[in-house]
């Protein structure tokens, strides 16, 4: 017992299951000095492989063997399982706890593979393994109703102490992960997941250490880990995702880095209320619609000016929201590029002028031309500039006549210009003289536009100084 059995060259190669589940369940005493074990390779299981609900203490591996029954070890409690290179119609393991290693490398499961609420203690390997979901006009299985031929992987709740392997593997139908906890990480790497339903990977609330769907994974159908817990990073490095809809669906996440670098993606983009702690991506390379609103981020890493990430955040397919510029604007001040989180909040401006009635937008777009919103104050002192020197050409040439005669005033167009450029008469020019003919227009234009002067800075500084959360 524990010894290989290699039937690849005999001409009897069928075991009948029954023989396999005896010598596992102890129908022999234990040799003292050898392991016990089923190590057989190039059989044919006659049936299913029925374990459920069973106690095992003895390890069993497979190689190369064809196994056209369900291997089930539902509710079962047993030591490390390989099925190597094998052929099986389906397997199932919920609710199972398996002390080692869950191994299928290289396997191809035609009916799907159950592992909810598993605990594998060991790893779980599924590299270049083919599955397939169960077929779409079969019946539904217990506790999978409306599920057929959606899921090849249904292993919702499931928990892998050791990593999870699914590198190179082939899957036809979605993989389901939900509230799943990876203490050693998740590896996608060259793997292929072609959805049967909506979904190629539906794992929300999973929980791990790392998840790389990098390395050239290629999903077609939505990637979904709303509320996911990643404590190192997620990466999407390489990887080729397609969906008619939501190609990627990563709201509500926690993720110490993400790193967002596909070589393609077709279908939307949701980040919303994530919390990131580094995004390593390139703004110009999402989609179309990118959901932003609500998430928050530590830094930003990538090749990316100012305006890329302008039109990164202009890309919500849901109109205009004010955090994901807030947030963007507080990142720059964070790091020291002041000059940048301005430009972020004059365009913030900008794009909430347009969500405006007419009057609100004509004085928003009055505020830009003066002020820029209260971020290029400069503006401002550009126009007085200009305004005054319009005025004291004018008035030197066209003088205004002095109102009191019984006293001597020397006249001064720029004192005069600023006078009334002034909200306030400072230099008491304004009422010592009158403007004659259509330079009285002049002089009326020039008081109204330093009260508008006066008022877009006033509305700009209060706009600058208010805190970001009530803009």
């Not at 190590?39 to 203490?57: E, F, H, K, M, Y």
């Not at 499961?109 to 609420?117: E, K, M, P, Q, W």
């Not at 072609?194 to 990977?201: E, K, P």
Request: hydrophobic share 40%; with cysteine.
């Amino acid at each position: 017992m524990g010894a290989w059995v290699d039937l690849r060259d005999s001409r009897h190669r069928v075991v009948r299951p029954e023989v396999i589940a005896a010598l596992l369940l102890g129908v022999r005493e234990e040799v003292p000095g050898h392991v016990p074990g089923i190590r057989l390779a190039g059989a044919r299981v006659a049936g299913d492989l029925n374990l459920s609900d069973a106690v095992i203490n003895h390890k069993l591996h497979l190689l190369d063997c064809h196994l056209p029954g369900i291997v089930s070890l539902n509710d079962a409690r047993t030591k490390g399982v390989r099925l190597r290179d094998c052929d099986v119609y389906r397997f199932r393991a919920g609710r199972a706890t398996i002390d080692g290693l869950l191994d299928l490398d290289g396997s191809t499961v035609h009916a799907g593979l159950r592992l909810d609420n598993a605990h594998v203690t060991g790893q779980l390997r599924l590299s270049r393994t083919k599955i397939s979901s169960p077929r779409p006009d079969g019946p539904d299985e217990p506790g999978e109703p409306g599920v057929r031929g959606s899921f090849a992987i249904w292993a919702g709740g499931l928990t892998v102490d050791g990593g999870a392997f699914l590198r190179g593997m082939r899957s036809t139908g979605g993989v389901r992960f939900v509230g799943a906890r990876f203490n050693s990480g998740i590896y996608f790497q060259k793997a292929v997941i072609t959805a049967a339903g909506s979904h190629a990977v539906h794992a929300d609330h999973v929980q791990a250490t790392a998840a790389e769907f990098s390395g050239g994974f290629t999903a077609t159908g939505t990637v979904r880990l709303r509320g996911a817990r990643i404590e190192g990073v997620l990466s999407f490095h390489h990887a080729a995702l397609k969906a008619s809809g939501r190609a990627l669906h990563l709201s509500h996440m926690q993720v110490d880095e993400l790193i967002l670098l596909p070589d393609s993606i077709e279908g939307e983009v949701n980040l919303g209320y994530s919390r990131i702690g580094v995004l390593f991506d390139e703004p110009d390379h999402y989609p179309e619609h990118v959901h932003l609103n609500g998430m928050t981020y530590e830094s930003l890493r990538g090749p990316a000016a100012t305006a890329a990430r302008l039109r990164w955040v202009r890309r919500d397919p849901d109109g205009y929201r004010p955090q994901p510029y807030e947030q963007l604007a507080a990142y720059y001040r964070r790091i020291g590029h002041e000059s940048d989180a301005r430009k972020v909040l004059l365009a913030k401006q900008r794009a909430r002028r347009r969500t405006l009635r007419p009057p609100g937008r004509l004085w928003g777009r009055l505020l830009d031309v003066v002020v820029g919103y209260g971020y290029r104050p400069w503006l401002a002192g550009l126009w007085v500039g200009l305004l005054l020197a319009a005025g004291t050409a004018v008035f030197s040439h066209w003088r205004p006549h002095q109102i009191g005669l019984d006293e001597t005033r020397h006249f001064n167009a720029f004192t005069y210009t600023l006078d009334l450029l002034v909200p306030v008469s400072v230099f008491e020019q304004r009422a010592a003289w009158e403007p004659v003919g259509w330079t009285q227009w002049l002089a009326n234009g020039l008081i109204a536009a330093g009260w508008i002067l006066a008022t877009a800075l006033i509305a700009g500084g209060t706009r600058v100084l208010r805190p970001a959360s009530s803009s």
